[in-house]
């Protein structure tokens, strides 16, 4: 089966490079604020996908377990040393597009800034859908390509591309920005009914950030995010959908499935899970599930 690129952050310091020193307190906290406003109280079994090192992982304390999906084996490798070995986190290194998960077994997910890797984001919607049960909820969020920048820069003629056109634009390899209404489209078409948009970093400007305080910005942020069921033209955009339609109730016990042939129930060993039908094997080691691996 042959699957999009991916973004890959295999060894990369993205989280004390990017958040703990890249002065993105202030957005750190306006996604606080949001995912808050949007997630479920409580549930069962949640999976983060594109979880990376676990920043927003904390964040989802009212689910009784959460499955932490990253294609880098090395971000799960710094989320686990950050959170730790208890038995309430999987940790599963899988491509998005081919997940490893039996139909309808979670009762909720999130995707936070990991859809602007997407070089086919309705596909990764699709599969996403899969996974969850009906009526589970999805908290995404996409780089918007019709924010406030992007349309000063297209009418002062210093960008090339419209932020008012729906196909995505790639503004560096595998960077994605997108449009509202086909983020809405894509959502319907793979069995998601939208609920509630918020827009979030409306102050996403270094001199505000240098001047006002993070938590300032964010608080500030938070009263303003409700405008999105109205508009959106920041460069951040947060959405709660549910699952519509029906999906096959997970067969009681099964969680893993094959992400090549899509055999479920794979047999465990204490250092990998293998495949009874294509025979692949996929790597268990230093508690992550390698689906990569699979030979």
């Known amino acids: 089966m042959t699957t999009p690129p991916v973004c890959n952050y295999e060894g990369s310091d993205y989280q004390a490079s990017f958040w703990d020193k890249g002065e993105r307190q202030y957005e750190d906290r306006a996604e606080a604020i949001a995912l808050k406003r949007l997630l479920p109280a409580r549930g069962k079994l949640l999976l983060e996908l594109g979880a990376g090192a676990g920043r ?4 989802y304390g009212g689910y009784e377990r959460i499955v932490l999906l990253d294609y880098s084996r090395t971000q799960l490798e710094q989320a686990r040393a950050r959170l730790g070995a208890s038995p309430r986190y999987v940790y599963v290194a899988a491509d998005i597009y081919k997940l490893p998960f039996v139909d309808g077994l979670f009762d909720g997910a999130t995707m936070i800034r990991t859809l602007h890797h997407m070089a086919d984001a309705p596909k990764a919607l699709a599969q996403v859908r899969h996974v969850l049960q009906p009526d589970a909820t999805l908290v995404l969020e996409y780089a918007n390509k019709r ?26 390899a595998l960077n994605f920005d997108f449009h509202p209404k086909a983020i809405r489209r894509w959502l319907a078409e793979a069995g998601f009914r939208p609920e509630k948009t918020l827009t979030v970093s409306h102050f996403r400007i270094g001199l505000l950030k240098r001047v006002f ?37 997970a067969a009681a016990g099964a969680f893993f499935k094959c992400p090549e042939c899509g055999q479920a129930r794979l047999e465990e060993a204490p ?8 025979k692949r094997r996929y790597a268990f080691k230093d508690g992550i599930y390698d689906f990569k691996s699979g030979g």
């Open 147 to 172: 924010n406030l920048k992007a349309i000063l820069r297209y009418w002062l003629g210093k960008q090339a591309w419209s932020p008012f056109t729906q196909a995505p634009v790639e503004f560096a």
């Open 56 to 59: 927003n992982t904390p964040r």
């Open 213 to 249: 305080p993070a938590a300032f910005l964010a608080a500030l942020d938070g009263l303003i995010q409700p405008s999105g069921a109205l508009f959106q033209i920041t460069p951040s955009v947060f959405v709660r959908a549910v699952a519509t339609g029906q999906t096959s109730p």
């Open 271 to 278: 250092e990998y899970l293998a495949c009874p039908a294509c």
